[in-house]
């Protein structure tokens, strides 16, 4: 995965300075995606997003340290804020 696609997947999640802001969010880049460990939440704090080439989705799942919480396939871009806003209790919107 490109460096371009992965700063998309960034970008369909608000963009960096508003995670960095909303929610203290650090980013790095996985093979298939990315990673973004975040402040603020009791329930999660880490969140993985990994684009499924095939089916042109993406794969969602939210650890709490180690522990992994929730795993969803077949994610559309326009479905990862919400996503992670009902999981987290966190908001990327104003």
């Known amino acids: ?44 704090n880490i ?8 089916r042109d989705t993406y794969n969602v799942t939210f650890f709490k340290g180690f522990k992994e919480i929730d795993d969803m396939r077949g994610i559309y871009a326009e479905d990862l804020i919400p996503i992670f806003e009902e999981t987290t209790g966190l908001y990327l919107t104003f």
């Open 1 to 44: 995965m490109t460096k371009e696609m992965k700063e998309e997947i960034v970008r369909q999640l608000g963009g960096f300075n508003r995670l960095r802001v909303m929610v203290g969010a650090s980013v790095s880049g996985l093979e298939d995606g990315i990673q973004m460990n975040f402040k603020g939440s009791n329930k999660v």
């Open 47 to 54: 969140l993985q997003v990994r684009y499924d080439e095939g």
